[in-house]
């Protein structure tokens, strides 16, 4: 997929996702209100983060797609996994927030009134609202390979289960005449907002640090590189992320006494049968030494030996 076409569907998933979670995080405040339901208030603040959270990718497509520049020579790819980690405070906060009110109202003591019904009509719709919308962005993010969609699929399954256990803490309360089980209901709503920042954050972390979790695209690399004629001993192999895409830095050994030319050719072979074979390659970096040299380099990047 190209970029301007990935961007352009970036985009079209977060204005579904906008004014989705728009209609939701109305319907859920106001109801809540309405019922005086902190529970299903603190959801819709949650949804509203939802609101905040898409309106930033929505951003985020619209530079991602930019040519590369004098100040950002590798383009603007990354700006994509600077705003997933973003969003991760975004979450962090909103679930903090949510934390310190539910534990404000369960420690004042001041639960008089059980919510109205209208409280658990409002969250049957949530519940089936983010289940699509979920599913949307999941779609998406897999299609354009958006680590952005993906994480924000990811929060929405969790407003699903957020949204059902609100729910049940209602129907709960209301079975056994307890208020005190909404706030409860709220606070560990407020939890799991908490993990799922925390998770995001953890997850665009690696990326941000240049790392790749994933040995079986190293091995993957060694194997195509060596089945390359002429190529002897890759090794000091590294793969960083740049947005969607593989930046993949090796060194190959070629025969001392062959030609500039010939070695050339072996190199452009290399990057060819990288690009290829693998999805989503940025660059390929190849460093070319004369067989049986610099030994001691050997031991930077990730070697063959750490995969076994």
Request: charged residues 20%; neutral net charge; contains cysteine.
């Amino acid at each position: 997929m190209s970029p301007g076409r990935r961007a352009k569907a970036i985009k079209t998933a977060s204005w579904v996702a906008i004014s989705g979670n728009a209609l939701l995080a109305l319907a859920k405040i106001s109801t809540g209100i309405f019922a005086n339901s902190l529970s299903v208030i603190a959801d819709g603040i949650d949804s509203t983060g939802d609101v905040i959270i898409s309106a930033i990718t929505l951003y985020i497509a619209s530079i991602i797609s930019r040519p590369p520049s004098l100040k950002f020579p590798y383009g603007y790819a990354k700006a994509e996994t600077n705003a997933t980690n973003a969003l991760s405070f975004i979450i962090l906060f909103a679930g903090a927030q949510l934390a310190i009110t539910s534990a404000k109202r369960l420690l004042s003591g001041e639960i008089h009134e059980i919510p109205g019904k209208a409280a658990m009509v409002v969250l049957c719709v949530s519940i089936a609202g983010k289940f699509l919308l979920a599913w949307q962005q999941y779609k998406a993010g897999k299609k354009t390979n958006s680590k952005m969609l993906l994480a924000n699929a990811k929060n929405m399954q969790g407003d699903v289960l957020i949204s059902s256990a609100v729910l049940l803490g209602l129907v709960f309360t209301h079975l056994f005449h307890l208020p005190v089980l909404d706030p409860i209901a709220a606070l560990l709503v407020s939890l799991w907002v908490i993990w799922v920042a925390i998770r995001i954050f953890l997850e665009t972390n690696v990326d941000l640090m240049d790392g790749n979790v994933n040995k079986d695209v190293y091995k993957h690399v060694y194997t195509i590189v060596e089945s390359v004629s002429g190529v002897y001993d890759a090794h000091r192999l590294r793969i960083r992320k740049i947005g969607p895409q593989k930046m993949i830095n090796i060194d190959i050994e070629v025969n001392g006494k062959i030609s500039l030319a010939e070695a050339h050719n072996i190199a452009h072979e290399v990057e060819s049968k990288l690009k290829c074979t693998l999805d989503d390659v940025f660059d390929v970096a190849i460093h070319m030494e004369p067989y049986g040299e610099h030994l001691d380099e050997k031991e930077l990047g990730v070697s063959k030996k750490e995969l076994l």
